[in-house]
């Protein structure tokens, strides 16, 4: 007699959190809180640059698009191996500036049902951010780097639905437990 057949398991939920914005909006704080409230380890995008990239922005010349795209693809990848190695989720930060950079990250879920891809966009004025960078010490991206992103910004549409857009200009405690409680709310929504 046959066995009985038994339906597989689905794969568990997992969720890449990619928190975004223009220099100085906090994305390293935001997605630092996500990260340890959630137990997801957490990707500095920065930390991904190749030199060459980090010469340029300290020397105040703004990235072009090619310089960007082997940068983007490497934080898609890197927040991929943190998931194949069995978390729940990953959080990382990274500028995503215009949509054709979203969309570079936008393309690690195809092929796994299971994985859900969220933007956290941090927005704020240009001048709020200006007094943040300028504040900064020991940083290579400076004050003059905030205009540069604000001339390529394109904020995210509405069409954009991965997208949770979040003002920056209330308190850093604020925002900090606006962006969990919208994760948590986001990831409960998307629970198979």
């Given amino acids: ?3 009985p057949h038994r339906p597989r398991p689905l794969p568990k939920d997992q969720h890449i ?3 975004t ?13 996500i990260a340890d409230s959630l137990h997801f380890p957490f990707i500095e995008g920065d930390e991904y640059h190749p030199k060459a990239n980090i010469d340029k922005m ?4 703004p990235l072009t698009d090619a310089d960007r795209w082997d940068w983007l693809t490497a934080l898609r990848e890197a927040s991929i191996h943190e998931l194949d190695k069995g978390s729940d989720g990953v959080v990382l930060t990274c500028s995503a500036l215009k949509r054709k950079y979203r969309d570079v990250i936008r393309v690690a879920p195809y092929f796994t049902p ?3 891809l969220h933007f956290i966009y941090l927005d704020a004025p240009e001048e709020v ?15 003059n780097m905030v205009h540069s992103q ?25 925002v900090k437990a606006d962006a969990l409680d919208r994760a948590n709310k986001t990831m409960h ?3 198979s």
């Fill in 1 to 3: 007699m046959a066995a």
């Fill in 114 to 116: 299971n994985v859900h």
């Fill in 21 to 33: 914005g223009p220099a100085g909006c906090g994305k390293s704080t935001v997605a630092k809180h």
């Fill in 189 to 191: 929504s998307t629970q």
């Fill in 58 to 61: 300290s020397a105040g010349i």
């Fill in 17 to 19: 959190w990619l928190v």
């Fill in 129 to 143: 951010l200006l007094q943040r960078v300028s504040a900064r010490k020991n940083h290579y991206m400076g004050a």
């Fill in 150 to 174: 604000f001339e390529v910004l394109e904020r995210p549409t509405p069409d954009e639905i991965d997208v949770i857009t979040i003002d920056v200009t209330q308190s850093q405690e604020a």
